[in-house]
């Protein structure tokens, strides 16, 4: 698509009829049933985690200058998908269409843009907001082939739905106390994500374009998830916890072997969040099973939270991952700024 350079922003978005919601954290910030269309010229492009950030020169509807902020992929995601800091170059024209900001009226969800050349990128499609990701490699085996959880694995599928995701059972017998915690929760601004902290381990299992490596250490399993650059040593020669935990986001975590299936008990955690708004107070405790499916050779976490304070009965989910033969990156989260200079 060619364009003229003179720089204008439309502020009107286009309403659409409701769309499947994508990961909770997009609809939190964005409106999945709107569309916004932005012309202007690159100020600045972040290349970082967790989210990259463009900064739009443009004039609003009264003439005047004004400057876009359009959220993208995390860098890691984004160089798994082929492109890096040139993606964007500070004076160039460009259209961007995407996904209006619920607080921010300059602030967007970046969808497609379209560049001087005739070019484009696509990072959330604007018809089904899907987000897009690299897609795999993925060595596939049969059954018997060998293969065991040690490796590299990540999210199945090239969009940002729940790929691999089992359902989630339990959340209807969230407590009083649950309750009042939930509303007092902002799952835009209390979001951990937005201020480079973790939340709990059945999170770090589930991010779309991010691998996670397994590997025995010295008698250990280590577990590290590209996210938030996360190491867990789950400790192997323990049958009991010690008397000392230091509360943490990760708690502490033993482990045994079932056969072949790495089971996981961990507690000492300090209160925070499952995932999405599934809070949890310093009292729960976790047991993740880690195993492969005999028939997919793919990597199987099922896991289980008991949270006495926040619900009656446990909460319990799935994680698939599939192999991959992606580096391992580095995370390096950088707390976003809303502002360009």
């Known amino acids: 698509m060619k364009f003229a350079l003179t720089v204008l922003a439309s502020l009107a978005p286009v309403a659409l009829s409701s769309t499947a919601f994508a990961h909770h954290g997009f609809a939190a910030h964005y409106d999945p049933d709107q569309r916004i269309r932005i012309e202007g010229t690159v100020?600045?492009?972040?290349?970082?985690?967790?989210?990259?950030?463009?900064?739009?020169d443009a004039v609003n509807e009264d003439?005047?200058?004004?400057?876009?902020?359009?959220?993208?992929?995390?860098?890691?995601?984004?160089?798994?998908?082929?492109?890096?800091?040139?993606?964007?170059?500070v004076g160039e024209p460009i259209v961007v269409e995407g996904f209006p900001a619920r607080r921010d009226p300059y602030g967007c969800e970046f969808g497609v843009g379209y560049f001087a050349d005739g070019s484009s990128f696509t990072m959330r499609s604007t018809d089904q907001s899907r987000t897009q990701f690299a897609a795999n490699r993925e060595t596939r085996v049969g059954p018997d082939a060998g293969r065991s959880i040690f490796g590299k694995w990540i999210r199945p599928g090239m969009f940002?739905?729940?790929?691999?995701r089992g359902p989630t059972?339990?959340?209807?017998?969230?407590?009083?106390?649950?309750?009042?915690a939930l509303a007092e929760f902002d799952p835009a601004l209390d979001n951990p994500a937005i201020q480079c902290m973790r939340t709990s381990p059945v999170w770090l299992w589930g991010?779309?374009?991010?691998?996670?490596?397994?590997?025995?250490?010295?008698?250990?399993v280590v577990i590290y998830h590209e996210s938030m650059d996360t190491t867990r040593v789950i400790h192997m020669n323990a049958d009991r916890f010690p008397d000392d935990i230091e509360p943490s986001d990760m708690g502490y975590s033993i482990g045994r072997w079932?056969?072949?299936?790495?089971?996981?008990?961990?507690?000492g955690f300090s209160a925070g969040v499952i995932r999405g708004s599934m809070l949890h107070s310093d009292q729960m405790t976790l047991e993740e099973r880690v195993s492969i499916d005999e028939e997919s050779g793919r990597l199987q976490i099922l896991w289980t939270a008991n949270e006495p304070v926040y619900y009656a009965e446990p909460l319990t989910g799935s994680q698939v991952l599939q192999s991959t033969d992606q580096e391992i990156m580095r995370y390096d989260c950088i707390v976003e700024s809303s502002e360009a200079h």
Do not use: M, W
Not at 169 to 180: C, F, K, N, Q, V
């Open 160 to 164: 940002g739905d729940a790929n691999g």
């Open 63 to 89: 003439g005047e200058p004004v400057v876009y902020k359009c959220d993208l992929q995390a860098a890691v995601q984004l160089v798994r998908r082929g492109v890096d800091e040139t993606l964007f170059t």
């Open 207 to 220: 991010p779309p374009g991010l691998a996670t490596s397994i590997a025995e250490v010295d008698g250990n």
């Open 43 to 56: 100020r600045q492009f972040d290349f970082i985690n967790p989210h990259g950030l463009l900064f739009i």
């Open 169 to 180: 059972l339990g959340t209807d017998s969230i407590t009083p106390a649950g309750e009042a």
């Open 258 to 267: 079932e056969g072949d299936t790495l089971v996981i008990n961990s507690e």
